[in-house]
């Protein structure tokens, strides 16, 4: 094979977590794309609701190289996100091929095949960033196949308009759920539903703290102590759960164990005659793409130290949570575990083939 046709490095990808490794990537000498499976410039932005907002200030929310503007009070919402992520994807001229879906990934003599719906592409080292949002969980709990009335995922959710005046489930307990359901509960009578008690973050504290919990785990590590990064999971009041904890809507009830025709129920008995059911039951990584190199867990991840998968020689992960780096699935926190991984890139190309 020619190596004019090999680059050095494939990104699969092409929202937050893609453009923060092209960042990097777009310093180095390698030879490089990005392979999007969306249209246009934007990731998975393109698809939340409208009236989404992040959880950090503007000033807290920013990739390498550009500053989100709004300041340290403003929270972005999804189509300024959206234009955030374009511009920034614009103003460095990255190499993305678009609309490209990778369908499978193998490995042969030291080069890894993505065959996408485009034909097939080469690379030396193959950085996955699709992130979760393609892959939503909704629990299978009896009886869902008898219920009369509408079930969709957090990422299917589009408004409230839908549910206008309807009896609504939204299951769940973290910021999706918390956002979905302050703007639900204004047309509709809303019900609660979590598997783990809720908690709401102090109103002075947002997601701002995510940088300095960052910040504070990378010199941990890097001086040899431990150190223990706050949960994600805890609630931001955002200005439309502040404004939905005034009118007191928030009341959990345990998660439901069953459906019937007419809604849900609880082993001891209780039942509630509901419309619909909104699962805010979080995402597991969309790496269905790499099925074929037979290194996914059954919890859907892949093992990895940091990002650089231990199973498989070239092939790292990036922003998929925790698990690859902490807060690595937020715009501010991506950015460290991007460097990192471009770094330890640079140096397997450099090192010989065996």
Same mark, same amino acid.
């Given at each position: 094979?020619?190596?004019?046709?090999?680059?050095?490095?494939?990104?699969? #990808?092409?929202?937050?977590?893609?453009?923060?490794?092209?960042?990097?990537?777009?310093?180095?000498?390698?030879?490089?794309?990005?392979?999007?499976?969306?249209?246009?410039?934007? #990731?998975?932005?393109?698809?939340?609701?409208?009236?989404?907002?992040?959880?950090?200030?503007?000033?807290?929310?920013?990739?390498?190289?550009?500053?989100?503007?709004?300041?340290?009070?403003?929270?972005?919402?999804?189509?300024?996100?959206?234009?955030?992520?374009?511009?920034?994807?614009?103003?460095?001229?990255?190499?993305?091929?678009?609309?490209?879906?990778?369908?499978?990934?193998?490995?042969?003599?030291?080069?890894?095949?993505?065959?996408?719906?485009?034909?097939?592409?080469?690379?030396?080292?193959?950085?996955?960033?699709?992130?979760?949002?393609?892959?939503?969980?909704?629990?299978?709990?009896? #009886?869902?196949?008898?219920?009369?009335?509408?079930?969709?995922?957090?990422?299917?959710?589009?408004?409230?308009?839908?549910?206008?005046?309807?009896?609504?489930?939204?299951?769940?307990?973290?910021?999706?759920?918390?956002?979905?359901?302050?703007?639900?509960?204004?047309?509709?009578?809303?019900?609660?539903?979590?598997?783990?008690?809720?908690?709401?973050?102090?109103?002075?504290?947002?997601?701002?703290?995510?940088?300095?919990?960052?910040?504070?785990?990378?010199?941990?590590?890097?001086?040899?102590?431990?150190?223990?990064?706050?949960?994600?999971?805890?609630?931001?009041?955002?200005?439309?759960?502040?404004?939905?904890?005034?009118?007191?809507?928030?009341?959990?009830?345990?998660?439901?164990?069953?459906?019937?025709?007419?809604?849900?129920?609880?082993?001891?008995?209780?039942?509630?005659?509901?419309?619909?059911?909104?699962?805010?039951?979080?995402?597991?990584?969309?790496?269905?793409?790499?099925?074929?190199?037979?290194?996914?867990?059954?919890?859907?991840?892949?093992?990895?130290?940091?990002?650089?998968?231990?199973?498989?020689?070239?092939?790292?992960?990036?922003?998929?949570?925790?698990?690859?780096?902490?807060?690595?699935?937020?715009?501010?926190?991506?950015?460290?575990?991007?460097?990192?991984?471009?770094?330890?890139?640079?140096?397997?190309?450099?090192?010989?083939?065996?």
């Amino acid at each position: 094979m020619s190596q004019d046709n090999v680059y050095d490095v494939i990104v699969i #990808g092409g929202g937050q977590s893609a453009l923060a490794v092209a960042y990097y990537l777009r310093r180095t000498t390698l030879r490089y794309v990005l392979l999007d499976k969306e249209k246009e410039a934007g #990731g998975s932005w393109q698809h939340v609701w409208d009236s989404l907002t992040l959880f950090s200030p503007a000033q807290w929310s920013s990739l390498p190289g550009i500053i989100m503007t709004g300041g340290s009070d403003k929270y972005p919402t999804k189509n300024e996100t959206l234009q955030y992520l374009r511009d920034y994807e614009s103003k460095y001229q990255f190499p993305v091929i678009r609309p490209v879906e990778v369908l499978d990934v193998s490995k042969e003599n030291d080069l890894f095949l993505l065959s996408t719906n485009q034909g097939t592409y080469v690379a030396k080292a193959v950085i996955s960033a699709t992130g979760s949002y393609s892959h939503p969980v909704i629990p299978d709990i009896t #009886g869902k196949a008898l219920f009369k009335g509408t079930i969709i995922h957090s990422a299917d959710y589009r408004g409230p308009a839908a549910f206008a005046g309807k009896r609504v489930v939204v299951a769940g307990e973290g910021n999706s759920g918390a956002q979905i359901l302050a703007e639900v509960s204004k047309v509709a009578d809303v019900l609660w539903t979590t598997r783990n008690t809720p908690s709401f973050l102090p109103d002075h504290v947002d997601g701002r703290y995510l940088f300095d919990a960052a910040t504070a785990l990378y010199k941990a590590r890097q001086e040899g102590k431990n150190y223990q990064p706050p949960s994600l999971g805890h609630i931001v009041q955002v200005p439309l759960v502040r404004a939905a904890i005034e009118r007191d809507v928030y009341h959990a009830l345990p998660a439901f164990d069953h459906f019937y025709e007419n809604g849900i129920g609880w082993n001891d008995g209780r039942r509630e005659a509901v419309d619909a059911v909104i699962f805010c039951t979080g995402f597991l990584p969309a790496l269905q793409h790499l099925a074929s190199l037979h290194i996914c867990q059954p919890d859907g991840k892949i093992r990895t130290h940091e990002t650089s998968a231990t199973d498989i020689a070239g092939l790292w992960l990036v922003g998929y949570g925790s698990w690859t780096g902490f807060a690595s699935a937020t715009l501010i926190g991506v950015g460290r575990t991007a460097k990192k991984t471009v770094d330890e890139v640079q140096l397997f190309l450099k090192a010989p083939l065996h």
